[in-house]
């Protein structure tokens, strides 16, 4: 029988995390600055913020899955980042990368409506026994058995 296994996060003090595309991250980079806001927000209130996802890389830890984290914990000042260290290279997370990226694209034309992209924010919050829904960007449901109560309510006066 397979088993799977998920690693649990670890704090990393934020200067031995790098990204593997920018020298200086808060310089280089244009983040989605709602998205930081967002996360900021979270970070100030204590709220459940998922691990970033790196990979070590002789003295430094480099970032598979997490910019956006790791830029709001810079803005904020953190000293520290939740961090999930998988093994391997940074090359050896191509594919992986690449599957985030293409599962992005999909949920952007279709308006986050699968919520497919983010996969890797789920699996480190699992590692936590944490629930997680990116809920920056938006999910709409549709329930349709309350909203047939609401309209028997209305059409006969009463719960059916």
């Given at each position: 029988m397979l088993k799977v296994?998920?690693?649990?996060?670890?704090y990393i003090d934020m200067k031995y995390v790098s990204s593997p595309w920018y020298e200086d991250v808060l310089a280089e980079w244009q983040p989605n600055i709602k998205y930081i806001d967002f996360i900021g927000k979270k970070l100030k209130r204590k709220e459940f913020v998922p691990a970033i996802v790196v990979v070590e890389n002789e003295d430094k830890y480099l970032i598979v899955n997490?910019?956006?984290?790791?830029?709001?914990?810079?803005?904020?000042?953190?000293?520290?980042?939740?961090?999930?260290?998988?093994?391997?290279?940074?090359?050896?997370?191509?594919?992986?990368?690449?599957?985030?990226?293409?599962?992005?694209?999909?949920?952007?034309?279709?308006?986050?409506?699968?919520?497919?992209?983010?996969?890797?924010?789920?699996?480190?919050?699992?590692?936590?026994d944490a629930r997680f829904v990116n809920k920056y960007r938006p999910i709409i449901k549709v329930d349709l058995f309350s909203g047939l109560k609401v309209f028997l309510k209305k059409v006969y006066g009463k719960n059916s």
């Open positions: 296994v998920i690693m649990k996060p670890a997490g910019h956006h984290r790791y830029y709001a914990h810079l803005v904020a000042g953190e000293k520290t980042i939740k961090a999930i260290v998988i093994e391997g290279t940074f090359e050896d997370t191509e594919p992986l990368r690449k599957a985030e990226v293409l599962l992005k694209e999909y949920d952007k034309k279709n308006q986050y409506q699968y919520q497919f992209s983010g996969y890797l924010d789920r699996w480190a919050a699992e590692a936590e």
